[in-house]
């Protein structure tokens, strides 16, 4: 099944304690990203990246990282994570950008920083 | 980066009845897309309408976009308690040849009474 697999799906941790997010797709999808969604505020991009490699800050990167070194992951990292990063993030991936091609997202992650 | 402004911010009513959401936007688009949000899950791509057309169709989902007035509407007819959801509208934008990806508004909130 074409998917795009994230994990964990609900994470608490305390401030300051580094954390990764996993993101997987196989589909074989250049373009991926990172999204937040805060109440009132909708889906804000955090990063994304067009292919291999080639990654690219969105609205929102302060306090976030990300690496593309496989076309089939990409990984979201929070070196010291605080509350402000209390959020719903959603990773998603498309065949290509630009191009007209609809977005496959992941299930999301429920994050707590406490 | 431009954003997708939905209307209403929340819709309810009766199974059977139509529903329609509204979105307007701010610059030019390459083609914006609709999205289905079940209560803290991924999005899920719904239809996908290009600069050039002006309606289209998928099942019970009909889409317009008016580009001189940046804007765009989903009908869904014929309701059922299964569309309850929040619905977005998501601009993929010229800026850049549109790798900075979708930007998403803050949704409507749609309620289907039995």
């Known amino acids: 099944e074409a998917q795009v697999t994230q994990n964990p799906r609900y994470l608490i941790t305390v401030t300051g304690k580094k954390l990764t997010v996993t993101c997987s797709q196989n589909?074989?999808?250049?373009?991926m990203s990172w999204y937040r969604q805060d109440p009132g505020l909708g889906l804000r991009q955090i990063y994304y990246s067009m292919n291999v490699e080639v990654t690219d800050k969105g609205d929102v990167p302060e306090g976030y990282k990300v690496s593309r070194k496989e076309k089939r992951n990409f990984p979201l990292i929070l070196e010291s994570p605080s509350p402000n990063q209390t959020s719903l993030y959603f990773c998603?991936?498309?065949?290509?950008?630009?191009?007209?091609?609809?977005?496959?997202f992941g299930s999301g992650t429920r994050l707590t920083v406490v | 980066s431009q954003q997708g402004e939905e209307d209403p911010q929340a819709l309810s009513i009766q199974e059977g009845e139509n529903a329609t959401m509204n979105c307007s936007y701010k610059t030019s688009i390459n083609n914006l897309q609709w999205y289905r949000q079940n209560s803290g899950r991924g999005l899920v791509h719904l239809i996908l309408?290009?600069?050039?057309?002006r309606e289209k169709h998928s099942g019970r989902l009909r889409v317009t976009l008016d580009t001189s007035k940046k804007s765009s509407s989903l009908l869904i007819t014929a309701s059922r308690a299964a569309d309850t959801a929040s619905y977005f509208c998501a601009t993929d934008g010229w800026e850049g040849g549109g790798a900075d990806g979708l930007t998403f508004g803050k949704g409507t909130h749609l309620i289907i009474q039995p």
């Open positions: 589909m074989n999808h250049e373009y």
């Open positions: 998603a991936s498309s065949l290509t950008a630009g191009e007209g091609y609809g977005y496959t």
């Open positions: 309408i290009r600069s050039n057309e």
